[in-house]
């Protein structure tokens, strides 16, 4: 499978990149799916926009800074290439956070329930992320080793594995689950919960596949992070579920007690 042409077309000399277009394609038909759900958590398409414009724009930053902050010793030679976005250099795992930071602020200051926010919105997270992910076939990077499977792509010549194409196919099959899932919740957190461990499950693995990791000394960070989200995720869960079979079983007994 064949790289494609990075320039989807051009515009008085300025080049459109296919890895913009599908990023941005991504990033609004994440909100316009979790502003159509809105109601579903109590909350109002308005309220739902102006916290997707907020969280957007902070997990746009926090993509940059991310990437940047793990790749200091490059970035220091020349301050200027921070801001030349346009050369690559975006984290995931960076908008994630500036994301979840600007939403915490958000709940707090507009005193809404932060995992109620976090279940409407990692439900729908998944589907930005698949879309998104082709970015980086058009980039040709993000990509794994040397393969000889039939889907296999070409970079420089040689067949390599398209981790972009893994990670997006999970994605794709994670929304509609999550989406599954947030409509017969059982507890608020719970679907932000499954997002976590089931997507830091994946990552971990294919992470291991790619040549263009950033590192934590000899370790990749992306896995570093994909265990300790994977075990805090468990563990939260644990506790949250618990927590819902008590309070099902005080009801249990409310109900008994007043049929008595």
Known sequence: MPIPNRVAFSVFGIDILWYGILVALGVALTVIVTCKRAPKHGISADKCLNYAVIIVLCGMVGLRVYYVLFNLSYYSEDWMRVFR?????????????????????????????????????????????AIGRWGNYFNSEAHGG???????????????????????????LLFFFLIWIDNRRKFTGQTFLLYTILYSLERFFVEGLRTDSLMIGSLRQAQVFSVVAFVGGIVAYVIL???????????????SEDGS
């Open 241 to 255: 579920y618990r927590r819902y079979k008590r309070g099902e079983a005080l009801k249990r007994v409310d109900v």
């Open 85 to 129: 976005v346009r050369e690559g250099g975006l984290a995931i795992h960076g908008g994630l956070i500036f994301g979840v930071l600007a939403l915490l602020v958000c709940c707090r200051f507009w005193k809404d329930s932060p995992l109620n926010f976090m279940d409407l919105g990692f439900a729908s997270v998944p589907l930005g992320q």
């Open 146 to 172: 040397p393969t000889d499977l039939p889907w296999a792509i070409t970079v420089d010549g040689m067949k390599v594995h398209p981790t972009f194409l893994y990670e997006s196919i999970w994605c794709f």
